[in-house]
T-cell receptor, first 110, second 112 residues
């Protein structure tokens, strides 16, 4: 059974600080996705990582993928309040039956 | 505009009733999905379909049924056999290979 584990599940940060969210998965997958969800809303795609060593950056967020370690990271640089949300990683090892982690609920405090 | 449309956004169901959630996409995507999200939890896959007239069970298919008669439509029926249906339901679609999955706005189902 495929398992996708995120940690931490809850993260409270001060504005301006850096932190990393980790996503481990239990089976081979060349594809990993990061999504953001605001309370009561749907999911917004952040990054699609399609190969080992892939790194993508958008604003204060940077995602990377190590397929050999079955690990992806989402790094937050100089956090701001607007980044407060829940972040999900997801893998799609069989092509089109995507499975999600439990999510990391991020709160950025002034 | 291209996108995924779910309806209704809010739905109340009496115990013992079946209800159907609509999902329509005009993105010409082959694959469509239904996920369930409970408060404060992640997403769990209910059903998915990669092609018209074919669909597969996900991790929590019991008490749910789907159909895929048209490429653009993938309705989900929550049957009376689903004992705890109160949740947020998300429909999604994707192209076949390596593409991002796009989500609809979701439907809130509450049993009263």
């Amino acid at each position: 059974e495929l398992k996708v584990e995120q940690n931490p599940l809850f993260l409270s940060m001060q504005e301006g600080k850096n932190y990393t969210i980790y996503c481990n998965y239990s089976t081979t997958s060349d594809r990993l996705y990061w999504y953001r969800q605001d309370p009561g809303k749907s999911l917004e795609s952040l990054f699609v990582l399609l190969s080992n060593g892939a790194v993508k950056q958008e604003g204060r967020l940077m995602a990377s993928l190590d397929t050999k370690a079955r690990l992806s990271t989402l790094h937050i640089t100089a956090a701001v309040h607007d980044l407060s949300a829940t972040y999900f990683c997801a893998v799609d090892p069989n092509n089109n039956d995507m499975r999600f982690g439990a999510g990391t609920r991020l709160t950025v405090k002034p | 505009d291209g996108g995924i449309t779910q309806s209704p956004k809010y739905l109340f169901r009496k115990e013992g009733q079946n209800v159907t959630l609509s999902c329509e996409q005009n993105l010409n995507h082959d694959a469509m999905y239904w996920y369930r999200q409970d408060p404060g939890q992640g997403l769990r896959l209910i059903y998915y379909s990669q092609i018209v007239n074919d669909f597969q069970k996900g991790d929590i298919a019991e008490g749910y049924s789907v159909s895929r008669e048209k490429k653009e439509s993938f309705p989900l029926t929550v049957t009376s056999a689903q004992k705890n249906p109160t949740a947020f339901y998300l429909c999604a679609s994707a192209g076949l290979f390596g593409n991002t999955i796009y989500f609809g706005e979701g439907s809130w189902l509450t049993v009263v």
